[in-house]
């Protein structure tokens, strides 16, 4: 067996604030193999884009990473500002939500995939990596004005591809999209990470999109991982009674009925400066008592291959 694609350990994020610090993150550790797509899920607010940015150091100034990312072999908070950058596009590459709004207005699309090859001396052709994401080959002459917001996405993704990378980072891609074409877009991301063997983290807060993209899952709360465990099974029968209540708050994909009150999850997520003492959870846990309140629970295996944070479990 090879060694994994990327090993955290105990990643913590810690913003700075005009409050004080903010600690987004506190104590994260995952793997993700060659070729793997792992599901991240959690409420707003979670910490799950500051997590997957630290992964490339890609944090305001001023912001404190600690713990251990290890991508390819190599250690990536001790890289040099230059050897970050090359494998910010070669090895590891990032779609954010609504990253369509970066593209340039006034450019021709296939202009901007370009420069984005040359900048990073990526060997794709536009056309190429346009007809791969879905787009024909004659809409490279297209302003982004001149497509859907689908295939705005469509182009971002193209980019990010540009230099072939062994990693994507898809921070909410189809979140500002219509249900339907969210549904393209998934299937895009499922069929090019078959076909190059990409390894994919995929950001959500909607756990029910996962079922078409994700191997495994990963849940978020208030800054810490409480389970993680294979993808059907979780999505089937989650364990940890916030991955469960956030499960019935977005039942299935295409289902708008279902989307309106979510069910068995009242009350906020937690502010990162005030996180409750024990489990971080018990106060908008049906199932707490308060053993819950004073411990603090780390993920153990509940079943092979599978973990949570939960004293009751
Ligand atoms: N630059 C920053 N300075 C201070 N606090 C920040 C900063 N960026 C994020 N935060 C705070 O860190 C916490 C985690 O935010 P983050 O964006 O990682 O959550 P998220 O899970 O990605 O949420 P969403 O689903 O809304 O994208 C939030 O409380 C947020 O307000
Ligand atoms: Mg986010």
């Known amino acids: 067996m090879s060694d994994p694609l990327l090993v955290v350990r ?35 607010g979670s910490g799950k884009s500051s997590m997957a940015m630290a992964l490339l150091r890609l944090v305001p100034v001023g912001t404190t990473i600690t713990g251990s990312v290890t991508l390819a072999g190599e250690d990536v908070l001790a890289m040099k500002p230059g050897r970050l950058r090359a494998v910010r596009w070669a090895e590891a590459a990032v779609v954010f939500q609504g990253a369509q709004h970066v593209l340039n207005p006034v450019h021709r699309i296939r202009r901007q995939i370009q420069e984005a090859i040359d900048t990073h001396r990526g060997n794709g052709k536009v056309a190429d990596l346009l007809e791969q994401v879905g787009i024909p080959r004659w809409r490279s002459d297209a302003y982004p004005h001149e497509l859907s917001g689908g295939q705005k996405q469509r182009v971002m993704i193209a980019m990010a591809l540009a230099c072939d990378p062994e ?21 895009l991301l499922a ?24 191997d495994r899952l990963a849940v978020m709360y208030a800054g810490r ?17 916030y991955t469960k209540a956030l499960a019935a708050a977005f039942p299935t994909i295409g289902d708008q009925s279902s989307r309106l009150a979510p069910s068995g999850l009242a009350g906020d997520p937690p502010d990162p400066m005030a996180v409750p003492s024990g489990c971080p959870f018990h106060p908008r846990c049906p199932i707490a008592t308060e053993e819950c309140a004073a411990t603090m629970v780390e993920l153990h295996e509940i079943s092979p291959g599978w973990e949570a944070a939960c004293l009751k479990l």
């Open 167 to 187: 990693l994507l980072i898809a921070d909410e891609p189809t979140t500002a999209l219509d249900v339907m074409v969210q549904a393209q877009v998934l299937q």
């Open 10 to 44: 105990d990643l913590h994020v810690t913003y700075r604030s005009s409050r004080g610090p903010v600690p987004a993150v506190r104590g994260v550790s995952l793997h993700l193999d060659r070729g793997e797509t792992l599901g991240l899920a959690g409420e707003s």
């Open 191 to 214: 069929d090019l990470q078959r076909d190059r063997g990409l390894a994919m983290i995929f950001i959500t807060h909607d756990l029910s999109v996962l079922s078409t993209v994700a």
């Open 225 to 241: 991982l409480v389970e993680t465990g294979p993808a059907k099974e979780m999505l089937r029968g989650a364990r940890h009674p």
